[in-house]
């Protein structure tokens, strides 16, 4: 064993180069030995292919975004020019809606979700607005649509539990029955204000405006007393009330406004009124289970629907003032309203349909599905002069052109209402409106 002090004398130290030397040369004898490893290929680097981009709305594509629900059904998209000729608007009660339809080309263009159970529905004369009641508990309102862009454009506040609505097509000026507090309502369709608020019979229902000798006349059917109550529109006050039958719930007008007819729904009868007397010049029998009644555009017929499963449309000869025909529309039926042909109606059914119903033939030309309990029916022609009255025949109550909201009634100033009281029940007005004035009104037998 060599020790330390060995290397370090002179023979110690080269001794120690010699080690080192030998060390190193074994060191590149090993290296030199040693087998050479395999080259290792570069290692890639992934490249990622984009997924393909999901078309939206398309089923079964993953990832593909939910269709939002159109609102506006089958055809093309809505614009102020879009509805021509003839439409139909049903309100829908069940499910919050109004189905509007092309008679022209028989078909559903949109259906405009209120989000109310809307009961009654008039047009304006060129059919661009609808308004449509909400007589449910609590309500207060009339929903405003507009046809043209088939969207809700407001809520109207009038009086308590609205059912019925009429416009006058010349004033712009509409009538709205209150059932939940025994008035109805004087609204301008324009501004969309009230008027008036003028206290009538016991549960108003259905009304209807008609001039006779110069002046505007509203009759408003009471259900729950069995009469008809006559409004002076300049006078905003009852003038006459007429006793007609049981339970009278529907009010239309000749095309010729000198007779309004009324619905006794109880009686399963109609009621003629002369709009120049206001007195009952007759009553016809009709059937049991009545809904809704209208006259033809040439006034020379009234149809009347009925929820009967068998009988459920019935045709009125006005020369004779009794029940000429009675037909099945293929369910019962809830509404009915006519449009500019004497020979067709449209009924709204209880299992959802509208249909377009041909007398002359005694069948349906066209069947839709719409909303679901369509109550009420309105039609009008679009197209037409906003403000001006339909041609004579077009049996639909009509408002003035589409307005601009106003700050107040959910966005409309409401001036201070005129309130007026008949004189056979003394009723409490609304809080904010004047104190009504009470005056005699006799009621006609």
Do not use: Y
Not at 28 to 52: D, L, N, Y
Not at 151 to 173: E, F, H, M, N, Y
Request: with cysteine; proline share 10%; net charge neutral.
């Amino acid at each position: 064993m060599i020790g330390f002090r060995t290397l370090g004398s002179p023979l110690g130290r080269g001794l120690w180069r010699r080690l080192v030397g030998a060390s190193a040369l074994l060191a590149v004898v090993v290296a030199a030995c040693a087998p050479t490893p395999a080259a290792q290929p570069p290692v890639a680097t992934p490249i990622r292919t984009p997924a393909p981009a999901a078309t939206p709305g398309l089923a079964g594509t993953p990832g593909a975004p939910a269709t939002p629900r159109a609102v506006v059904t089958p055809g093309a998209a809505m614009t102020p020019t879009a509805l021509q000729g003839p439409v139909v608007v049903t309100a829908n009660s069940a499910d919050g809606s109004l189905s509007v339809v092309s008679v022209s080309d028989a078909q559903v263009v949109g259906t405009i979700p209120v989000n109310r159970p809307v009961h009654i529905v008039a047009l304006s004369p060129d059919a661009r607005l609808a308004f449509a009641t909400d007589p449910s508990q609590g309500s207060r309102e009339v929903v405003v649509a507009d046809l043209t862009t088939m969207r809700k454009l407001a809520d109207v506040s009038v009086g308590s539990q609205p059912k019925g609505i009429a416009i006058d097509p010349k004033t712009g000026q509409a009538a709205v029955t209150n059932s939940g507090d025994d008035t109805v309502s004087i609204f301008d369709a324009l501004a969309r204000t009230i008027t008036a608020t003028i206290p009538v019979g016991d549960m108003p229902h259905g009304v209807a405006v008609a001039s006779a000798d110069g002046a505007t006349k509203v009759f408003v059917a009471n259900e729950g007393d069995g009469t008809v109550s006559v409004i002076d529109v300049a006078g905003r006050r009852v003038t006459d009330t007429i006793r007609v039958g049981s339970g009278p719930t529907r009010v239309a007008t000749a095309p010729d406004e000198r007779h309004v007819f009324v619905l006794n729904q109880v009686s399963g009868s109609v009621s003629v009124l002369d709009t120049r007397t206001n007195q009952q010049t007759a009553e016809i029998m009709v059937g049991r289970n009545v809904t809704d009644l209208a006259v033809a555009p040439d006034g020379r017929s009234l149809f009347v629907s009925a929820t009967d499963p068998n009988r459920n449309l019935f045709k009125v000869d006005l020369s004779t003032n009794q029940v000429a025909q009675d037909f099945n529309v293929g369910s019962g039926a809830l509404a009915v309203a006519t449009g500019t042909d004497p020979s067709h109606v449209f009924v709204t059914t209880t299992d959802n349909k509208l249909v377009f119903f041909d007398t002359t033939t005694n069948r349906a030309t066209a069947t839709l599905q719409v909303g679901q309990r369509p109550e009420g029916a309105g039609v009008a022609v679009a197209g037409g002069v906003p403000g001006v009255a339909p041609a004579a025949g077009t049996a639909v109550p009509a408002a003035t052109p589409r307005a601009t909201p106003v700050p107040g009634v959910q966005g409309a100033a409401s001036p201070t209402p005129i309130s007026v009281q008949t004189p056979t029940v003394s009723r409490t007005p609304a809080p904010g409106l004047a104190t009504p004035v009470t005056s005699p009104v006799p009621v006609r037998p």
